[in-house]
């Protein structure tokens, strides 16, 4: 056997553990950076039980300022280049009357800040409810500027629930509203 072919195939063989080291070095450097950057990263919802402090937030349908009631509360925020946003239009709409009726407040904070002209919302009974919220407010209520997003807000202004629009919790309250809803209809035709 030739030793010159010998100590090339060694050779090669040393350059490839070392450069499957270094690779593999570098990909655990950048794993751990990816690490640290979720832990660094906001928490998606807020603790049930998050005091939320008054805040003023303005109509977007006519300018007036507006604040968090002594009722109960539901803050959505959608946005304008959501279409998973846009399809939850029906559902609020529907939610409407339910909320109304056992006096609960329905906010839907646009995070695009857009007129009310030129909102999704604009054809919307919804445009009513609409609001924009301080920047600095949206980051403490909504750290991640989610969207579709709510808060469930207590009469005492005690976080109740928050998420992602379609989970447990606001599949819940969407049942409770149901019930709210079947149950007037039931009163009108008594």
Known sequence: MDYF?????????ILSVILNLSLTLHLFKYVRLL?????????????????????????INGNQIVALENNSSVIVF?????GLCRSKVP???????????????LWIN?????????SFLSESPLINKAISIDKEIIRTLNPRTASPFYLLIDHKKELQA????GDDNWNSFI????????QNKAEHHE
């Open 5 to 13: 072919l010998l100590h090339l195939i060694l050779f090669s063989l």
């Open 35 to 59: 690490n640290k950057e979720k832990q660094d990263a906001p928490p998606l919802t807020l603790p049930p039980g998050y005091i939320i402090e008054d805040f003023k937030a303005r109509l």
């Open 78 to 82: 959608l946005s304008e280049k959501c």
């Open 91 to 105: 559902q609020l709409e529907f939610l409407l009357p339910a909320v109304e009726k056992v006096d609960v407040s």
């Open 110 to 118: 646009l995070v695009d800040n857009v007129s009310a002209k030129d």
């Open 162 to 165: 928050s998420g992602m629009i």
């Open 175 to 182: 049942e409770q509203m149901e019930n709210i809803l079947k």
